[in-house]
């Protein structure tokens, strides 16, 4: 599956890659759209370089680069970095709203629709080895920051756990649709951590085959 970002149509996946090879490294950076605007291109050249270096090594000279924007111009949509952080939070929030939006329209059963998400989310699994869950990530690493309030990082997970309550509401598991959202959500994260760190996506894989089964016998 994927979604399109605030930006005039970029197709993102579900884990938020701007359109590359999952494959594609730091050292081969992928090229962002030119087409769009620029703004719409410092996001996306921001999302891509938080995702794969971090929050911290992160400089607005190197979001100016991928972006193939002026580093000057930079200031003229963000005054700081942090405004550029804001702007990606908010993208990935549009993302993962539009994602799952997707899946509804797509998918008629509450059962068929939870294991296309488990799928998506499988289907990123050598990006996952790779970099790590970008939004798992993304939401660990801002809530390191002494300002990690003025972030709406917890609405990324939020978004996802709200929408998959509501599949479990309508399986008819009552007062236990929200555990089983917080589960199926914790899995994948707590999957996705060690895929990265032991850099192994049969773990992500293997995971989600579980996961399907158990989405299943629900």
């Known amino acids: 599956m994927t979604w399109t970002d605030p930006s005039e149509g970029s197709p993102l996946s579900l884990s938020g890659e701007v359109t590359h090879s999952i494959e594609s490294s730091t050292e081969n950076p992928p090229d962002i759209d030119r087409r769009t605007g620029k703004r719409d291109r410092l996001v996306a050249a921001a999302a891509e370089l938080l995702h794969r270096q971090g929050v911290e090594r992160t400089t607005l000279a190197e979001i100016a680069q991928l972006a193939d924007v002026p580093a000057g111009n930079v200031y003229y949509y963000f005054k700081t970095k942090n405004d550029v952080i804001a702007a ?5 929030i549009y993302q993962v709203s539009a994602a799952l939006a997707a899946i509804d329209e797509r998918h008629h059963t509450p059962k068929a629709r939870l294991k296309a998400f488990v799928r998506e989310l499988a289907g990123q699994s ?67 951590l060690l895929t990265n760190t032991l850099r192994d996506p049969k773990i992500l894989s293997s995971a989600a085959r579980r996961l399907e089964r158990r989405i299943d016998a629900s």
């Open 88 to 92: 990606v939070v908010d993208a990935r």
């Open 126 to 192: 050598k990006t996952v080895a790779q970099y790590g869950c970008p939004l798992g990530s993304l939401c660990s690493e801002i809530d390191k920051r002494l300002d990690a309030s003025d972030f709406a990082v917890a609405e990324l997970m939020r978004t996802i756990v709200e929408w998959a309550e509501m599949q479990y509401q309508a399986l008819g598991q009552g007062a236990e649709s929200r555990g089983l959202a917080l589960d199926l959500l914790a899995a994948y994260q707590g999957s996705a």
